[in-house]
């Protein structure tokens, strides 16, 4: 009697274990893949943050404070990425937990293995970590402990599953500010629980108030954390909130070829990775059952959706921040259909992972191979206490190259929002202590910004001291450094 409830309670944690296993390692086959841009621009913006000139100490950046602490605990490329094999393990983990709970061992299981696939597909991003990765374990666990405070034996046990959850979920915004899946989903579930079963609404009260608790305590310590090392509340705001939205209508006014490319490419890997067939499964179900949860997993995976086409870049890294609440939704349908169509649900999802990990491997990873090249030759030319500025943004340049820059702005978005004239740009050329080196990475008058001061500032105080990857160097006149050299992308 007592073998048969342990089997069924051990397989479908070995299961998942196993899938979390795997998608570590496929994780691991890229660890040496070129710094990725986001990856380069954290680690330099979070290795100086102190009080300073800008938003984090020297630079400013778009981002909320949580993500630049795990990024400056982390202090190296390496340890960035084998924290991001740590957060598929808690999110496969999580998504287990939630589903299981809702739906047993079959939903527990599905939703395990399509977590870890998701996060084994490059073609999603998989290979560098960015927000979206180090955000959803704690959407993913936010979601598991908003399942389980809901199914708690006592209140005690439901307002402590409570308060986590509204830790995590809070955690979740603070480390990408778009991650509110988790919020979400509790929400959407309270409400819709209320709405259904009247006896269980101050259960739903304890939830709500159990979750507020621990979003205003995670909140005020992150607030607390940023003020330490100089970043104020309201300029956080600014940067998370308003900039957003200023940004916003700056892509949409400045719109490329390159843009609807991308949201082309977004939308055919949202549809060949499952993505797309599980949110509208997920819906179809929620419409049919009504259930509290089936309502909010599928009001999940649509917010997530619209979040990601609403940031405007439409990089496919976006997908990531939908893998906890479609992993649960899969789970959830498992235990609804045939198996027959589970089967074939699996098999597909097991081709496209494994069609994304194969081309990446034959193709090797190109992208920020340009920026090591560049990177590495400056860094050989350079004389210690350089700085340089690359235009515009490229950190990883900057982060090959073992250089700062004198320039708050790492990235391009920020200097088409807030310097779209380049006149703090101007500034720092004209000013006291000009960077030695300006790398013109794909033409000054890019990226919709008006550049004619700026260009004339660098032609009249720079030399052009070589070019390399198609990517152009100049150097500080009168600076006595050795020339860039001119040569092929190697």
């Given at each position: 009697m007592n073998g048969r409830p342990t089997t069924r309670v051990r397989r479908p944690v070995v299961v998942a274990a196993a899938f979390a296993v795997a998608a570590v390692v496929v994780r691991l086959a890229f660890l040496g893949a070129p710094v990725g841009s986001d990856e380069a621009g954290f680690l330099l913006v979070a290795d100086q943050w102190h009080p300073g000139a800008s938003l984090y100490g020297d630079y400013w950046v778009d981002r909320p404070p949580l993500l630049l602490a795990i990024f400056a605990l982390s202090s190296g490329l390496t340890a960035v990425r084998l924290a991001g094999c740590l957060a598929v393990v808690v999110v496969v983990a999580a998504v287990a937990v939630a589903a299981g709970r809702l739906a047993g061992s079959r939903a527990a299981v599905v939703a395990a293995g399509s977590a870890a696939a998701w996060c084994s597909m490059p073609w999603l991003g998989i290979v560098r970590v960015n927000g979206e990765v180090l955000a959803a374990p704690f959407v993913a666990v936010s979601i598991a402990a908003t399942v389980l405070a809901l199914h708690a034996p006592t209140r005690r046990h439901r307002v402590v599953l409570a308060i986590g959850a509204g830790v995590c979920?809070?955690?979740?915004?603070?480390?990408?500010?778009?991650?509110?899946?988790?919020?979400?989903?509790?929400?959407?579930?309270?409400?819709?629980?209320?709405?259904?079963?009247?006896?269980?609404?101050?259960?739903?009260?304890?939830?709500?108030?159990?979750?507020?608790?621990?979003?205003?305590?995670?909140?005020?310590?992150?607030?607390?954390?940023?003020?330490?090392?100089?970043?104020?509340?309201?300029?956080?705001?600014?940067?998370?909130?308003?900039?957003?939205?200023?940004?916003?209508?700056?892509?949409?006014?400045?719109?490329?070829?390159?843009?609807?490319?991308?949201?082309?490419?977004?939308?055919?890997?949202?549809?060949?990775?499952?993505?797309?067939?599980?949110?509208?499964?997920?819906?179809?179900?929620?419409?049919?059952?009504?259930?509290?949860?089936?309502?909010?997993?599928?009001?999940?995976?649509?917010?997530?959706?619209?979040?990601?086409?609403?940031?405007?870049?439409?990089?496919?890294?976006?997908?990531?921040?939908?893998?906890?609440?479609?992993?649960?939704?899969?789970?959830?349908?498992?235990?609804?259909?045939?198996?027959r169509v589970l089967a074939g649900g699996a098999a597909w999802l097991a081709v496209a992972t494994a069609v994304s990990v194969g081309h990446t491997v034959v193709a090797g990873v190109d992208e920020g191979i340009e920026a090591e090249v560049v990177g590495h030759q400056l860094h050989a030319v350079a004389a210690p206490g350089d700085t340089a500025v690359v235009a515009y943004g490229q950190p990883d340049v900057l982060w090959n190259a073992g250089l700062s820059s004198p320039y708050p702005y790492l990235w391009s978005l920020p200097v088409r929002v807030r310097d779209p004239g380049l006149d703090d740009l101007v500034a720092v050329l004209e000013g006291p202590r000009p960077p030695v080196w300006v790398v013109d990475w794909s033409g000054f008058d890019s990226w919709a910004v008006d550049a004619d001061r700026f260009t004339a500032v660098v032609e009249r105080s720079y030399t052009r001291s070589g070019r390399v990857c198609g990517r152009t160097v100049w150097v500080l006149r009168g600076a006595d450094r050795a020339p860039f050299g001119d040569g092929p992308c190697r």
């Amino acid at each position: 009697m007592n073998g048969r409830p342990t089997t069924r309670v051990r397989r479908p944690v070995v299961v998942a274990a196993a899938f979390a296993v795997a998608a570590v390692v496929v994780r691991l086959a890229f660890l040496g893949a070129p710094v990725g841009s986001d990856e380069a621009g954290f680690l330099l913006v979070a290795d100086q943050w102190h009080p300073g000139a800008s938003l984090y100490g020297d630079y400013w950046v778009d981002r909320p404070p949580l993500l630049l602490a795990i990024f400056a605990l982390s202090s190296g490329l390496t340890a960035v990425r084998l924290a991001g094999c740590l957060a598929v393990v808690v999110v496969v983990a999580a998504v287990a937990v939630a589903a299981g709970r809702l739906a047993g061992s079959r939903a527990a299981v599905v939703a395990a293995g399509s977590a870890a696939a998701w996060c084994s597909m490059p073609w999603l991003g998989i290979v560098r970590v960015n927000g979206e990765v180090l955000a959803a374990p704690f959407v993913a666990v936010s979601i598991a402990a908003t399942v389980l405070a809901l199914h708690a034996p006592t209140r005690r046990h439901r307002v402590v599953l409570a308060i986590g959850a509204g830790v995590c979920a809070a955690a979740a915004v603070g480390v990408k500010q778009s991650s509110v899946d988790a919020l979400v989903f509790a929400l959407v579930a309270l409400v819709s629980l209320w709405l259904a079963r009247p006896e269980r609404r101050r259960d739903a009260i304890d939830v709500l108030v159990g979750g507020i608790v621990g979003g205003i305590v995670v909140t005020a310590a992150l607030l607390a954390l940023a003020a330490a090392r100089g970043t104020g509340a309201r300029d956080l705001f600014e940067a998370v909130v308003t900039f957003r939205i200023d940004a916003g209508e700056t892509i949409r006014t400045a719109s490329t070829a390159a843009t609807d490319e991308r949201f082309g490419a977004l939308a055919a890997t949202w549809v060949v990775s499952g993505l797309a067939v599980v949110a509208v499964a997920a819906v179809v179900l929620a419409v049919r059952r009504r259930d509290p949860f089936v309502v909010a997993t599928a009001a999940t995976v649509l917010a997530g959706s619209v979040v990601a086409v609403l940031g405007g870049s439409y990089w496919a890294h976006y997908l990531l921040a939908l893998v906890p609440a479609s992993a649960v939704a899969a789970g959830l349908l498992a235990a609804t259909v045939r198996p027959r169509v589970l089967a074939g649900g699996a098999a597909w999802l097991a081709v496209a992972t494994a069609v994304s990990v194969g081309h990446t491997v034959v193709a090797g990873v190109d992208e920020g191979i340009e920026a090591e090249v560049v990177g590495h030759q400056l860094h050989a030319v350079a004389a210690p206490g350089d700085t340089a500025v690359v235009a515009y943004g490229q950190p990883d340049v900057l982060w090959n190259a073992g250089l700062s820059s004198p320039y708050p702005y790492l990235w391009s978005l920020p200097v088409r929002v807030r310097d779209p004239g380049l006149d703090d740009l101007v500034a720092v050329l004209e000013g006291p202590r000009p960077p030695v080196w300006v790398v013109d990475w794909s033409g000054f008058d890019s990226w919709a910004v008006d550049a004619d001061r700026f260009t004339a500032v660098v032609e009249r105080s720079y030399t052009r001291s070589g070019r390399v990857c198609g990517r152009t160097v100049w150097v500080l006149r009168g600076a006595d450094r050795a020339p860039f050299g001119d040569g092929p992308c190697r």
